[in-house]
């Protein structure tokens, strides 16, 4: 999975799509995540990364990345 080669995503947490014009700010675990997806990380490498890095049981942690990325490919921000 890689984050649509048109979508900007800056430093500050900024993401823009230019094929939707949305823009969106995004908080300091998704940035996180953006900068995974640039180097097309799997969903499974995404997920350990998060339970490494923070406290969450597995359930809830699943949960969560599934949505966070079902927002991002139904807004066009990655390719499969």
Sequence with gaps: ???NKDCVVNSD????NPH???SFSVNDTAMDLLS????ERTEQELFEHLKASYEVDEFTLK???N???FLLRIK???DE
Excluded: C, H, R, Y
């Design 67 to 69: 949505d966070f990325l």
């Design 13 to 16: 947490g900024f993401l823009f």
């Design 63 to 65: 949960a969560d990345l």
């Design 36 to 39: 995974l997806l640039k180097d």
């Design 20 to 22: 939707s014009g949305e």
């Design 1 to 3: 999975m890689k984050i």
């Design 76 to 78: 066009g921000v990655v």
